[in-house]
């Protein structure tokens, strides 16, 4: 018999399985903090699982599809096409275009960071913009001042995330 074809199916059983659960994860995180998860002021600590991104191209699946079901679960249709389309997008591109960056470090003093991590926390920051023209046109909430709110809190809970995440891949291997 082919090893091969035996261990095919588990594998890709396996990959569905952690995509599964990466998904599950973001959508209790996100609902369990609703009153903060949505709307023009986000802190989302379920975003933290966009780091996941950088480790396997699956979990720019999982994250997607949980954003998705998040959003479907506590905010509206329009929020569940563009919020997963944002997310779909800038996950790719963030981990093409931060993929040269891989074990670099930034020494701030006693502090050292994962470079590819600030890369990739600065372009997923910047593109909340999409999220407050969203709500700028469903809400006329104010874009400036939302784009504002949005991207901050995206940047704490990007940062914060990355450092739990970066110390997770260090105990658990997160390339599989």
């Known amino acids: 018999m082919n090893t091969q074809t035996n261990t095919r199916p588990l594998s890709s059983t396996l990959g569905l399985v952690r995509v599964a659960i990466v998904a599950a994860l973001y959508v209790a995180i996100t609902l369990a903090i609703a009153p903060f998860a949505f709307g023009p002021i986000q802190l ?3 975003e ?6 950088l480790y396997n191209k699956r979990y720019i699946w999982a994250v997607t599809i949980g954003v998705a079901i998040a959003n479907f679960i506590g905010s509206t249709p329009v929020d569940v096409v563009v919020g997963s389309l944002q997310t779909l997008i800038f996950l790719f591109l963030g981990r093409i275009l931060t993929k040269k960056l891989a074990g670099r470090r930034v020494n701030l003093g006693k502090l050292s960071l994962n470079l590819q991590f600030l890369v990739f926390n600065v ?4 593109s909340m913009i999409v999220i407050a023209v969203m709500l700028y046109f469903m809400y006329q909430a104010p874009l400036f001042i939302t784009f504002l709110t949005v991207t901050l ?3 704490i809970v990007l ?3 990355g450092i739990v995440v970066e110390e997770l891949g260090k105990r658990v291997d997160l390339h599989r």
């Open 48 to 53: 933290m699982f966009n780091f996941l991104a």
């Open 159 to 161: 940062f914060f995330g």
């Open 153 to 155: 809190g995206e940047f």
């Open 44 to 46: 989302r600590i379920s």
């Open 123 to 126: 372009i997923f920051t910047l």
